[in-house]
């Protein structure tokens, strides 16, 4: 009960539990910032801005409602962002989905905004909002904005894109219309009237669109509404270009890197629905605290508080505040009378100089065993407090009643059992399998929510001007790094076993048996059972079951299973194998995956222990490659697995070495884009080339490029791509000899392949290169330049733009018939 209570508590009230930077769990607020949230506190409006993925947002324009006007404000993106492409690492799909929605909330934390989201998954680029609702469930996305709106309230609406193609991405205008549609279903109790159990129907001022000059389209004009949002705020130190700047330098996975911007920028906008704002973006809109019946007299008492704070001591307004809290305790219950009392709270503990945070001395820990927690708490102020008792989950619970001495920390470990119904870590959004361009979320409570909320909370109960206060802090694993010094992380709830495989794709070309190694940690002490294979119709394996027994928490075991298909491939098919680990008389398949970059708290979550068993008919020539990473993908351990010797080039091996000795080279995803020594590599590699070698080169986009010069010959590169990855292909020669040699490559070799055919395709070639393949999305004209092929003296030279880097990991059969090919020379 103790979990679901806090948790309802902040669900209905819409209120999001939020960390501040690093997960650090308890708020420091200098004098600045307390006199900004005492202002804020006078402010009751609200806007809320729809777009469709990470990096859509305008953060000038959310830091300056949020910081200069002060109204709550909120972005909601429909997607986490997980179909695009990663410059900082090799995760895709989910796992960048869940790296975005850390820099998304981390840009949050710099702009004042707060964050939300729906249950659409980012597919990939849509042509069209009719594309995109072919795959997004448009009711339940619909439904979810309503959600949003009903549970935000927001007074006013802001679209990032129009309902038409100048949206440029079917998402974009499908956000657009999902939140026109929203705006009037909202306030409609018979749609979606499953969620009038939580929320009402809300009906927002108007809806606006906020037009933009970007990407070579002006949608701008000086009739339309329009407001300055470059202001300077003394109390931050900054204007609202330099904040949107580094808000928006948080989406590093994208390479969104800006300048700061200062001095004025008008933002422009037109209306959707709605009455046309004049003056203001709340024109007709009470944004004080006369909104709510009997609140006049507390917005006099905010207004009186403010006038007399003294920025060199903030604790002479904790008298002001603590008479602002009761009388808004004596409100009848309702969104903003819940959300400014929180306010008033935290302005308290800030004003007081009261600090409490609750710790684990591990990073993880199990339901059913026993934690460590360090349990903090300090008056730092000259207001009286007094500590009654610190709550934890479980009915478990320290009686202090004693004063908290001026300055002195109070510090107790408490040991506890974790509940056996506490949840393990893992994204709500991902607990469940789900299609294509949509999560499961079963609990609808949940959706909107950026992120979990913590499992577990120390619940610190003071008395301060005779009135009764509860702190609530998340438990945090704080850690000392050497270099880094005090962090934190989120802590994670584990299972007592996990499995790890060393690949997540095994390939099997004949029917030669293969070793899987799997490796067994320990989350507890005592951790022992047995762990076996599930597998597929059409495989075995040699051992049934093997035992093991670990002693110690984080020890680690490694078994050896062996399995081979029953008979050899005669079809390319993909199937997946599951470890099942019997541990104290229960199943599990989990294995642990943590997503580490300096930038973003730790990621852990829990992907089945699974890999994928892949038949198919391949052959190859050649044996030794040469890889040149770029962004990051998994081509060179996708080539590995089918016997390649693949070795990583840098700067000795491609300025020193002997590059002849490669069968073929590779240049990964974007290299020509992220690599500033390509420009000086280039012309060793198209030597090689020109001696004899083979040199593919995987897609690149058209700018930032640190040489145009690709290739042997001209091109450029478009945007053009194919997103239905369904997409029918056809063959320009069927005798090229790239589709016969050394795999006979036919239609069905595109058959099982994932999100999109290919992406900015090349363009404009020069006659001495030959094409492949014709492809299209529908309604479209064929295009034909996505894979290119030159001889180049003794060599070949091959740009393609198709998704190898989605497919090979992915194990789509036909992909690794056809990319050995384009490596193969005879």
Known sequence: MFLRSYAAIFLIAGLIVTLPAKAQPSPAWNSADIKLQLRKLDTLGSVLYVAAHPDDENTRLLGYLAKEKLYRTGYLSL????????????????????????????????????????????????????????????????????????????????????????????????????????????????????????????????????????????????????????????????GYGEIAAESRSQHKSQGFGVPAGRGSSMEYFTTIKGDTPQRSL???????????????????????????????????????????????????????????????????????????????????????????????????????????????????????????SFNKLFSQNKSFPVLAAVPESQPYWLKEEHPVG?????????????????????????????????????????????VKGELYQPLVIVPPVVASLNNQVFIFTDNRPQTVPVKIKAMVDDAAGTVKLQLPKGFTAKENGLPFQLRQKGDEAEVRFTISPVKAAQANHVDTFTVVMNCNGKDYTESIREIRYDHIPLITLFPPAAARLVTVDLKHNGNRLGYIPGAGDMVAASLRQVGYDVTELGEKEIMGGQLQQYDAIIAGVRAYNVNARMKYWQPRLLDYVKNGGTFVVQYNVSSPLVTTDLGPFPFTLSRDRVTDENAAVGFIDQKDPVLHYPNNITNTDFNGWVQERGLYFPANADKSYRKLFTMHDKGESPMDESTLIAQYGKGRYVYTGLSFFRQLPAGVPGAYRLFVNLISAK
């Open 282 to 404: 709340m024109d007709g809109v009470n944004t004080g605290w006369s909104r709510i019946p009997g609140g006049a007299a507390i917005g006099a008492m905010i207004d009186k508080a403010l006038q007399t704070y003294n920025i060199d001591d903030p604790a002479a307004s904790v008298p002001a505040l603590l008479d602002i809290r009761k009388a808004m305790q004596a409100l009848p219950a309702g969104y903003w009378r819940n959300l400014k009392l929180k306010e008033t709270e935290q302005l308290i503990y800030a004003c007081a100089g009261l600090w409490a945070e609750a710790y684990s001395t591990t990073p993880h820990v199990s339901p059913g065993h026993n934690m460590e927690a360090v349990l903090q708490v300090i008056n730092r102020g000259n207001v009286p407090v007094t500590l009654e008792s610190i709550d934890l989950p479980g009915k478990n619970s320290i009686s202090a009643g004693q004063q908290l």
């Open 79 to 238: 997607t986490r962002g997980d179909g695009g492409q990663n410059l900082v690492g090799d995760e895709q799909s989910e796992l960048l989905g869940l790296i975005r929605t850390q820099e998304l909330l981390a840009a949050r934390r710099i702009d004042g905004a707060e964050q939300f989201f729906t249950r659409a998954q980012d597919f990939g680029f849509s042509k069209n909002p009719d594309e995109t609702f072919t795959i997004w469930d448009k009711e339940r996305i619909l439904g979810d904005v309503v959600w949003m709106i009903r549970k935000f309230q927001p007074d006013v609406i802001t679209c990032r894109f129009p309902a038409d193609s100048r949206a440029g991405h079917g998402h974009h205008t499908a956000s657009a219309m999902l939140a026109a549609e929203a705006f009037t279903a909202a306030v409609d109790p018979r749609r979606f009237p499953e969620q009038l159990q939580y929320v009402q129907p809300w009906q927002a001022k108007r809806i606006l669109w906020n037009t933009f000059n970007f990407g070579g389209a002006n949608t701008t004009s000086e009739d339309q509404f329009k407001i300055d949002v470059g202001a300077y705020n003394f109390l931050l130190g900054k």
């Open 438 to 482: 949509m999560y499961r979320v079963d609990d609808p409570l949940l959706v909107g929510n950026p992120e979990n909320i913590p499992a577990l909370h120390a619940v610190f109960r003071v008395k301060m001007g005779g009135q009764d206060f509860e702190i609530i802090r998340p438990l945090q694993y704080k850690y000392t790094d050497p």
